[in-house]
């Protein structure tokens, strides 16, 4: 397996022994190595020209998920749907644990997701349990029914299951790591303004 996938396992083992990461996902065993095709997405080039803040403690994993980006499958999770061209050129996604991944497992899922400056991401939910830390960067969290919180590199941010929450991108872009727990399987679906609180 190439070095930059290697690397980029053993930094995420590492962040998974942060505190509230250990407690939503342990980090997975055993993990099957899993041949992916790469695929490079317009957005893809926004992450891997980032150099926004970054936490001392955080800063080789982001340098990992930086690495890996040229072999990595990157993902288009919302072509051709509601939120348009732009914001599909924007968003960037890769998997890095999970069944389809290059680290396959069935107990999580794990992707960085990067948002560039000046992004609103809508209102959505999913019956997974989400856990979101922020690696680099900045952005404003919304859930339903709360006030918004700007995290910064380091913060985490806990989804329930189900919960419809946004993402808003200001001054800085953004770069996180996504856990999933539970249903592993029933993709993000755009929340109708009526449900929210
Ligand atoms: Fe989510």
């Not at 001392?56 to 990157?74: K, M, N, S, V, Y």
């Amino acid at each position: 397996m190439d070095q930059r996938w290697t690397n980029l396992l053993r930094e995420t083992q590492a962040v998974h022994k942060l505190p509230t990461l250990q407690k939503f996902c342990p980090f997975p065993t055993p993990l099957a190595e899993n041949p992916i095709t790469p695929y490079k997405s317009k957005a893809a080039d926004l992450m891997l020209n980032d150099r926004s803040p970054c936490a001392d403690h955080l800063a080789g994993f982001r340098e990992a998920l930086i690495d890996a980006g040229p072999l990595a499958q990157w993902r288009e999770t919302y072509k051709g749907g509601p939120l348009g061209q732009d914001f599909e050129d924007s968003f960037a996604c890769y998997e890095i644990l999970g069944r389809d991944a290059p680290f396959a497992t069935d107990q999580m899922r794990g992707f960085v997701l990067y948002f560039p400056a000046g992004l609103h991401y809508p209102w959505h939910h999913h019956p997974a349990e989400e856990l979101y830390l922020v690696v680099a960067g900045q952005g404003e969290f919304a859930i339903s029914g709360e006030e918004p919180r700007m995290l910064s590199s380091g913060n985490t941010i806990y989804h329930r299951s189900n919960i419809p929450h946004a993402l808003t991108t200001h001054d800085q872009p953004i770069m996180t790591y996504v856990l999933w727990r539970g249903d592993l399987t029933t993709k993000p679906v755009l929340t109708a303004p009526e449900v929210l609180l």
